[in-house]
């Protein structure tokens, strides 16, 4: 069944979005434009200036059109590569559910709180996950200001993660750009117009 739409915060919640987005790429910031939206729309929403209309439908469209846009990118050589780290990303995925769930215990019973609202609280992406016939069970306002400022963080910081993780080799095959590599891919292709003595020996 498919529920009503507030058409009016519907629309005020996609302007939220297109301004954020508009807005995002002047800041210079990585993930700009989620990390934009998300903040001032929870200083709005917070204060009651903006009430964040999403419906369900939307929902299952975005999370679709996200999953083919990252599975559209997928090319052989990354398969590969993913297939030889397959038994260490299966192992470090369950060691990340252990992790979760004891820290998930520490928290139940420190905070006196039930289990299933603690596991999620310290599982990345969790409430994304919960069905809705479990919200009830679930205090997620306490969820959420846990999971606020990990994922604010992670979004921020995740870009400069490949920089600062010694040892691992990219395979032939598989670029990931920077800005300085664009930069001086671009500078290759387009050498300056300038005389034999004048240029860098690069482009002699």
């Known amino acids: 069944m498919v529920s009503a739409v507030a058409w009016r915060a519907f629309a005020a919640t996609i302007g939220l979005a297109g301004v954020s987005t508009a807005v995002a790429p002047l800041l210079r910031i990585p ?6 939206a998300f903040v001032v729309g929870a200083v709005l929403h917070a204060t009651g200036m903006m009430t964040i209309e999403l419906p369900q439908w939307l929902l299952a469209g975005s999370y679709a059109l996200v999953g083919w846009t990252i599975g ?11 297939a030889r780290l397959l038994p260490r990303i299966a ?5 990340l559910i252990a992790v979760c769930g004891g820290l998930g215990m520490v928290l139940s019973r ?3 709180i039930d289990p299933l609202t603690a596991y999620l609280a310290m599982s990345p992406g969790a409430p994304i996950r919960l069905p809705s016939s479990r919200l009830d ?19 921020s910081s995740a870009p400069a993660w490949p920089g600062w993780s010694p040892g691992i080799s990219i395979p032939e095959g598989i670029a990931i ?7 001086a891919s671009t500078t290759a292709r387009n050498p300056p117009d ?6 860098p020996a690069s482009f002699r």
């Not at 192992?91 to 060691?95: D, I, K």
């Not at 069970?137 to 979004?155: E, I, R, Y």
């Not at 750009?177 to 930069?183: E, F, G, L, Q, V």
């Not at 300038?194 to 240029?199: D, N, R």
């Open 31 to 36: 993930a700009g434009s989620m990390l934009v």
């Open 72 to 82: 559209l990118r997928f090319t052989r050589p990354i398969l590969v590569h993913v």
């Open 91 to 95: 192992a470090s995925t369950l060691v």
């Open 110 to 112: 420190v905070a006196g």
């Open 137 to 155: 069970a679930v205090d997620m306002p306490f969820v959420m200001a846990l999971q606020t400022p990990v994922s604010s963080s992670s979004c």
């Open 177 to 183: 750009t920077k800005p300085a590599a664009r930069k």
């Open 194 to 199: 300038c005389g034999v003595q004048q240029c």
